[in-house]
């Protein structure tokens, strides 16, 4: 048992001796970090600084764990390649034309509908 600045003996060995008060406290409102005696900002426990450098540890902390869970999720580390062709045998898959071929395509029907409207006007103008 110990009382204010005394050391009482009961019962440890004469090789442990403990001297109370030998650690300096420090005020509640100083960071509670080692050696900083800067002001705690708001309700939190630490300094500016000493919360910001926590910040970057816990943030560096969650990445290390997000990819420690990602590879375990994937042992393999290959990339799998799908072939839609393959994974859809009643369907058949349209390629897509250019558009050089839809243009192509659009101005043929436009100079055939031309075409066709020339050659109605014409015999409608003989038949007359």
């Known amino acids: 048992m110990a009382t204010e600045k005394q050391v009482v003996r009961s019962g440890a060995p004469d090789s442990i ?9 420090k005020e509640s409102h100083h960071c509670k970090f080692d050696d900083c005696y800067k ?5 939190e426990d630490f300094c500016r600084e000493h919360k910001s450098i926590g910040k970057i540890i816990s943030g560096k902390i969650a990445r290390e764990a997000a990819i420690a869970k990602i590879a375990s999720r994937d042992k ?18 349209s390629k897509k034309r250019s558009f050089w071929v ?3 395509i659009y101005a043929l029907l ?17 038949l007359s």
């Open 17 to 25: 001796f403990i001297e109370l008060n030998q650690l300096p406290t």
């Open 110 to 126: 436009e100079l055939s509908l031309a075409l066709i409207i020339i050659v109605a006007t014409i015999f409608i103008a003989v």
């Open 76 to 93: 393999t580390n290959q990339v799998t390649e799908v072939d839609f062709n393959k994974s859809q045998p009643g369907k058949s898959l």
């Open 102 to 104: 839809d243009l192509y």
């Open 39 to 43: 002001s705690r900002r708001g309700y």
